[in-house]
């Protein structure tokens, strides 16, 4: 099969993103840095810019906050059961978190990279993490204990993420110039390289490259991954560049598809996911503020629908098959759901009789 092309599985028939809406929201008082949902669909953690991870149950919308952290979070990923929520900050840290008791332990807690840790993976089957930073370095770390198992170095600038293969013992990591690297995780060599020029920039006025992937997703059936990024930068510190999602072929490493925005949308993507009955979801964030997501097929480069967000988006998941979660700049998680609204229920209106 094209990898380009839509790929189709049964899925339920009222799941259409035309119907996207909100069904939930959980609040915090600062703004969200990142946000993953748990597989069974049960929980939602978020790192925050206090430092903390605030961590909801979407069954009882019970809250609870994980402490420890001395910097905000920048990427939260939670283990295949659901027992365990693994967390990597600003300040290199890498932490594991007991997701079973009534209050949340920290496992255990290493210093993973000099400088931001900015990613934090977890491999198919649970063995291995994955973390990457401002070293220029890529670490895989054994999930159960922390140990540090393989260092990858060849990266020339900060490493923004690195996400395993669905099927593979491979990894692709990216940095922010656009530098590309598939390594094999089980022997330590890297498999190939490239640049995806298109994702990286040059602030003449600060005099500052500007790139990096924001979010790194791989199709289910690891024929392609995604990268949520940046693009045509004129000035990256005032927002004035256009959101992309680049879709590569996992064989070739080429580019199939080059997702963008809707018009006149100045500001970063933030977010990516594939859907399995084939369509890509995207999350932005505007210079203005506000935010938007955008809903992909795969023979455009152009989205088929857009929801405008009146905050900006920092972080993306799937909830199941019909629903999807955003972290919001303002400190608001939105759970969006994906089919038709259920119609209001209709109550006959009461007349009064005579006794």
């Known amino acids: 099969m094209n990898p380009a092309e839509t790929k189709t599985e049964p899925v339920a028939a009222s799941v259409d993103p035309v119907h996207t809406h909100v069904v939930a929201e959980y609040k915090h008082q600062r703004p969200l840095t990142t946000l993953a949902c748990d597989p069974a669909g049960r929980l939602l953690a978020a790192g925050a810019e206090d430092l903390n991870v605030q961590l909801w149950d979407l069954q009882s919308d019970r809250q609870r906050t994980l402490e420890g952290h001395d910097s905000w979070v920048r990427s939260v990923r939670f283990s295949a059961d659901g027992s365990r929520l693994y967390t990597a900050c600003w300040g290199g840290v890498l932490?594991?978190?007991?997701?079973?008791?009534?209050?949340p332990q920290v496992l255990y807690s290493v210093q993973a990279h000099q400088g931001s840790a900015r990613w934090v993976g977890v491999s198919p089957d649970g063995r291995w993490l994955v973390t990457c930073g401002n070293d220029l370095l890529v670490k895989i770390w054994d999930a159960g204990?922390?140990?540090?198992?393989?260092?990858?170095?060849?990266?020339?600038?900060?490493?923004?993420?690195?996400?395993?293969?669905?099927?593979?013992?491979?990894?692709?990591?990216?940095?922010?110039?656009?530098?590309?690297?598939?390594?094999?995780?089980?022997t330590g060599q890297p498999e190939h390289t490239f640049v995806a020029d298109m994702m990286t920039g040059y602030?003449?006025?600060?005099?500052?490259?500007?790139?990096?992937?924001?979010?790194l997703q791989?199709?289910?059936?690891?024929?392609?991954?995604a990268s949520a990024?940046?693009?045509k930068?004129?000035?990256?510190?005032?927002?004035?560049?256009?959101?992309?999602?680049?879709?590569?072929?996992?064989q070739t490493c080429k580019p199939l598809r080059r997702f963008h925005a809707a018009k006149n949308f100045k500001g970063i993507a933030w977010g990516v996911r594939f859907h399995r009955s084939g369509f890509v979801i995207g999350a932005?964030?505007?210079?203005?503020?506000?935010?938007?997501l955008w809903f992909y097929n795969r023979q455009q480069d152009e989205?088929?629908?857009?929801?405008?967000?009146?905050?900006?988006?920092?972080?993306l998941d799937l909830i199941g098959e019909d629903r999807f979660a955003v972290a919001h700049a303002d400190g608001t998680a939105s759970v969006y759901q994906m089919t038709e609204p259920e119609a209001e229920p209709q109550t006959e209106p009461q007349t009064e009789t005579e006794g």
């Open 95 to 103: 932490k594991a978190w007991d997701l079973t008791a009534d209050q």
């Open 145 to 186: 204990d922390g140990s540090l198992r393989q260092v990858f170095a060849g990266h020339a600038r900060h490493v923004y993420g690195a996400q395993f293969h669905p099927t593979a013992p491979l990894l692709v990591s990216q940095d922010l110039v656009g530098g590309v690297k598939l390594w094999n995780y089980l």
């Open 203 to 215: 602030d003449k006025k600060f005099a500052a490259d500007m790139g990096g992937s924001r979010d």
């Open 218 to 225: 791989f199709d289910p059936d690891g024929t392609a991954w």
């Open 229 to 231: 990024g940046i693009t």
């Open 233 to 250: 930068l004129t000035n990256g510190f005032a927002g004035d560049q256009d959101p992309l999602i680049v879709l590569f072929d996992w």
């Open 284 to 292: 932005g964030a505007h210079k203005n503020g506000k935010g938007a």
């Open 303 to 315: 989205p088929f629908h857009t929801v405008a967000t009146p905050r900006a988006a920092r972080g």
